[in-house]
């Protein structure tokens, strides 16, 4: 079992240009998550998913856009890169229960993106 | 909506040193707790979590966490620290919300670096 793999594992992106993160689950969770991880700022959430075919914005989702067309996948997706979006990018995965959880979110090994 | 707090940025500690990170939120009902650590170049890993009953945790590689409501705190430690133990350590909170509502997000703090040293 892989758990959350994401890809690519690091990028590098010139400014103005279209870029999606790739991130798929081997779990059957039914949320999904990006979060964007930055020194001194934690770990904020971009967007996510509870089920497939819902999304919904997190802290801090202007300039990225998410689809959820299946239980497995959650690509995220900068229309335009801007410098400021380069940062370590996560996405993770969790059960939830109709009553809306608790359950611990597990976590991919991220992606690295560098925007110039 | 809830925030959470890490008061120590950075730690250093020699081997064998006891630890204890402090990390408190600000959120009036019912609250889920997290701590999970980042080792050095990999993803986030779930140390202990605390969703209702005893309030101490206990969680995994002999850390554990206190929750103590009347001071909206989940403080996490360890007798007794290893070399292994550096990485950076966050606090995550989770005010459920029901499926609609927001469902399963959490809410981290702006984490720990710890440096043990030997």
């Known amino acids: 079992i892989a758990g959350i793999t994401q890809a690519p594992t690091s990028q590098i992106l010139a400014a103005g240009r279209r870029m999606t993160l790739r991130c798929t689950q081997d779990?059957?969770?039914?949320?999904m998550y990006w979060y964007r991880q930055d020194l001194g700022l934690g770990l904020r959430l971009i967007h996510y998913?509870?089920?497939?075919?819902?999304?919904g914005k997190g802290e801090v989702p202007d300039g990225y856009s998410v689809s959820r067309a299946n239980t497995d996948d959650f690509p995220l997706t900068l229309a335009s890169a801007v410098p400021s979006q380069t940062s370590v990018y996560f996405c993770?995965?969790?059960?939830?229960?109709?009553?809306?959880?608790?359950?611990?979110?597990?976590f991919g090994p991220g992606t690295r993106l560098t925007v110039t | 909506a809830q925030s959470v707090s890490q008061h120590n940025h950075h730690v250093i500690l020699s081997e064998a040193a006891s630890l204890e990170l402090g990390c408190n939120y600000s959120?009036?009902?019912?609250?889920?707790l997290f701590w999970y650590v980042q080792y050095p170049g990999q993803h986030l890993q779930l140390l202990l979590k605390?969703?209702?009953?005893?309030?101490l945790v206990k969680g995994i590689k002999g850390f554990e966490a206190e929750f103590i409501k009347s001071k909206f705190s989940f403080n996490l430690r360890k007798p007794s620290v290893q070399w292994s133990d550096t990485a950076e350590y966050f606090c995550?909170?989770?005010?459920?919300?029901?499926?609609?509502?927001?469902?399963?997000?959490?809410?981290f703090g702006t984490g720990t670096q710890l440096k043990v040293e030997l």
């Open positions: 779990m059957r969770h039914n949320a």
């Open positions: 959120y009036g009902g019912t609250v889920n």
């Open positions: 998913s509870n089920t497939a075919g819902t999304t």
């Open positions: 993770a995965s969790s059960c939830v229960g109709l009553a809306g959880g608790p359950y611990e979110q597990y």
């Open positions: 995550a909170v989770n005010a459920s919300e029901g499926l609609t509502g927001g469902g399963n997000k959490l809410t």
């Open positions: 605390y969703f209702s009953g005893d309030p």
